[in-house]
Structure formats: structure tokens, C-alpha cells
């Protein structure tokens, strides 16, 4: 008689990992729209440049960022900033993988939230690869108030991190009943 090769057990929990290819599939298409808008606002616009998309409220600005979020550490050397930033991405990136493969999240949500976060950073990723730094281009004010620039990958990550609490937020065991087990 030939013996399986794993038990019932580990057959389980290899059938409920999640598939790779969509996964990938996303992050890949998802980059790809980012380096096109990018592109496109890198053709039609000059440095520093903005129009008016909805006045009042949101404009298109070609502006880059050598730092990270909100351009924090944007003044580190130019060099040490970019090796910095592939090697935090990358890092990023795998812990994410890791995350969606070997401990998915609960729901639907959570999992897609974790498409969106991995698909802005290859996004992010591919700029601060060629560039040393990444492009930005949508410019939200009101009033008194304005936002930091930001782009598409940008939008990804900050999406799929809202997602990735929610599910967590939702998921979470309820706790256990006074005198539960005595």
C-alpha cells in the first residue's frame, strides 16, 4: 500500500491556502495602471505643474517624492534614501506574500485588502527602482485643509490597509464567557 504523500491534515491546509496566480495576476495589473497614469502625468505636465480637476477640491500636480509616506525620511542622502526604500518595499512586499499564503485573512475583504496593498507597492516599488524616487500626482484641498500629494499605489496601499483592519476588526474571536470551561 503507498503512503500519501502528507496526511489528511496537511492536505487540508495546503487546499485553503489561496491561489497565487489572481493574487499576482492583480498586483501585476494593478502596478501596471499605476505606471501608466504616471506616465501619462510625467508626459503632459512639468515638475511642480498642476490643473484643476474639481475646483475647490482636487487637482492634477506632477510632483515626485524621494521619502515615504507624507515624505518622511525624504532628506536621507540620495543614495542611502533609495537603498532604504527598495529594501523596505521588498520587505514589505514578502511580508505580505507570507501573510496571504500562510495566514490568510477571515474574509473576502481582508484578502482583496492585501491584493491592493502588495499591487501599490510593486507599483511604488518600480518607480523607486528606476527613479530613486516616486511619482505623485493627485492634489486633494478644501478649504484651508491640503492633503499631500499621493498616486494610484499610494491609494492601493492605503485602501487595502483599511480593508486589512476591518477584517481583523471583524474576525476577532468573540471573548470567552465568565466561568466558560469550569
Known sequence: MTQPPFDS?????????PRLGPFLLFAALYALADQLLKWAVVAS???GESRTLIPGFANLTYLRNRGGAFSL?????E?????????????A?????????WS???TRWGRFGLWA????GAGNLVDRALHGEVVDFIDLHAGGYHWPAFNLADS??????ILLALDLVRSRAPAPEDGAGA
Open 93 to 101: 512586499l514578502a511580508f505580505v506574500l507570507y501573510l496571504y499564503r
Open 45 to 47: 505636465l512639468q515638475l
Open 9 to 17: 491534515a496537511q492536505g487540508r491546509e495546503l487546499a485553503e491556502r
Open 117 to 120: 496593498i502588495f499591487g501599490g
Open 79 to 91: 543614495g542611502w534614501g533609495r537603498a532604504f526604500f527598495l529594501v523596505a518595499t521588498l520587505a
Open 73 to 77: 525620511l525624504a532628506g536621507l542622502p
Open 156 to 161: 492601493g496601499i492605503t485602501v487595502g490597509v
Open 104 to 106: 490568510p485573512p477571515a
